[in-house]
């Protein structure tokens, strides 16, 4: 009962950030507008493959706001995805079940797969992914001829385990780029048109890292970027080999002198150019319209976070850049229990509702920004400008991110467990508890203590 | 023929007495058996199940584990995590439970007098708990933001620093603690002031007739007559100060206990080791050493409180 309560309270309390979360969780495929042809197709095909006759009832778990159906919150849509199959199929009814987050459908989501009774369809969240990974051989293996290639890179890799099973399909993503305040780099004596910070922070992390020194002067003394963990997953995401040994799954995190550079790198800027606001904070929500920090990295999700709780401001930008080259961050797949009743029927469904043209109506209806590639030439999605943000186009903007962004290296087992011991390390020097070389020894001591 | 029918109906009789007899002596077994059975089933069966895993490196996904003796313990045990999380636990438990039974001792003592609107009153302690915990944590946490919540707002305006509530150990600790005093002062000032309804007012009467004055008969009258009611009050508010796991959760938006372990208690390491990190055998070690720590509590707190609120003085 607590725990119901505190979740509810969590939910509540992140309030927007869960949200925004949720949003990055949820976000489904987009598809061109050149494969509706093949997607009705498929659709079609599924029919004949399930006899049309035979009436069958799926179920789909999802969270957040996926975009899918109008019971999302009584949401008020353009589509309704699950209608649309359930017409397409009529032997097929499907019941929707959406927890209000990520956090919820994880846990039911460990709870019930090893004794069964998930639903047919289970939507996995990028952060809970690898912990996933580990027991992919209780989920179907969804490889198909026909969906090779659908996704950007990333995304199929992030769904492929070991043994080359692919084991969900990519709903949507979160290509970065920068969120910057136009007006705040004027003031300080930086370009601040979206086309000139994209060549400004054109380069590495040094390159990144000079030009908030740079602000840092102009503006006497003002912070750069938001805070160091927001950064962090920023250049952990561009590592070949982070924490884990790819080979053998071992840590070897303690080992990796690129880890160790990285830390000391963002520690060295972090002093001058961090607000150290812990993300989703109460300063940190503060700070999104007072000004306390000029630069985020930003994926799609995280628009709506900034226009939600900074609706006076007019002067947030998003500028087609990304640090030494692209990052993701959020996206959710579908995957399929192996041991459920109707494993061919989901498998179909999850096709068809990670389909290009389906995403891009996803998109169109809760902003989740598709992982599709086909999706990254559909009008509906290119077309796709944002207002509060200076009418950026997002569509265009985010599609070129996408294709920027390189697969993210090796999270096994442990993944999580040394990711939060680095992060509250980079909270320990940004709250001033620590400084950072004792920080990163209390890290090392935690990390040693995994296994 | 009939000594046959005498004799059957003695053996009948015989029988019946019996059956009477086995009815009187083994049915309130019977009437309390439901409870025992489904406690056996929700309540006994997980303890013993959690003692089986805590001795296992378990994997709960796949249903299966290794037998490792007393590994997680002695983990756990290691784990600097779990002593900081215990000293936590009881910094907010001290910081909590004592202000709140203090306080609510004191409101209830208050609420025992003859006031107007005495319903309104009586109700209105009782609000914080009935508020929604959502509303609650909302709230707290504006409240409580370390560079633009308003309690730093306030504290600037009479020349005080701001302080880190979300950075120090020490005003982590009163900042939930203060959380929890509010949503549970209400409820056990109810609980206290049903205790203080029930004394005999002759006592009081004789009291002031002695001589005493208002303090000399809530310390001799009234606290000696609450004592079984406060030591109820006492033992809950240990066992849920112990168990705190909502409030600290909530305290920001990541509910891993701060950067440096400031604010992690023993149920929340306790549930970042089993949701967290799918670790179930650590964490049905942490669970088994939080229930002995509780047991030797619990006992303590009993025997201190029949210790100090001592009947003899009210035993007229």
Redesign the interface.
Known sequence: M??T??K????????T??FALTLAACSSDDGDTTDEATGGATAEATDEAEGSGDPVSLTLATFNTPGFSNSENDADYQYDLIEEYMELNPNVTITYDRKAESGDAR?NF??K???GGLADVEMVEVDWMP?VMQ?SD?LADLSDPEVEGRWVDYVEAGATDADGRLIGYGTDTGPQGVCYRADLFEAAGLPSSPDEVATLLDGDWDNFFAVGDDYVDGSGGSAFFDSASGIWQGMTNQLDVAYEDPESGELIVLDNEAVKANYDQLMAASETQSSH???????WF?GLS?G?YATMLCPPWMLGVIEGNATDTTDWNLANVYPNGGGNWGGSWLTVPANGENVEAATAFANWLTAPEQQAKAFANAGTYPSQVAAYDDPAVTGAVNAYFNDAPIGEIFAERAQAVVPSPYKGEYY??VN?AI??????VE????DPAASWD?AV?DIE?IG | MATTELETSRADSVWRQRLSRWDVKASPYLYIAPFFIVFALFGLFPIIYTAVISLMDWDTIRNSGEYIGFGNFEYVLNDRKFWVSLRNTFSIFILSSIPQIVIATFVAAMLDHHLKARTFWRMGVLVPYVMMPVAVALIFSQLYADSYGLVNHWLGMIGIDPIQWHKDVIPSHVAIASMVNFRWIGYNTLILLAAMQAIPRELYEAAALDGAGKSRRFFSVTLPQIRPTAIFVIITSTIGGLQIFDEPRMFDSAGNGGADQQWLTITMYMYNTGWGELNFGRASAIAWLLFLIILVFGLLNFWLTRKFISSDKGGE
Not at chain 1, 423 to 428: E, K, P
Not at chain 1, 431 to 434: A, V
Request: glycine fraction near 10%.
């Open positions: 607590s725990f309560r505190r509810k309270m969590l939910g509540a309390v992140a309030g950030a869960i846990e460990f709870t797969l090893g004794p912990e027991y209780l606001f812990g993300q989703w904070t109460e300063d503060a007072n306390a999580f467990q939060d992060n509250n390390a980079l909270t320990r709250d001033g508890t620590d209390k001591a203590s």
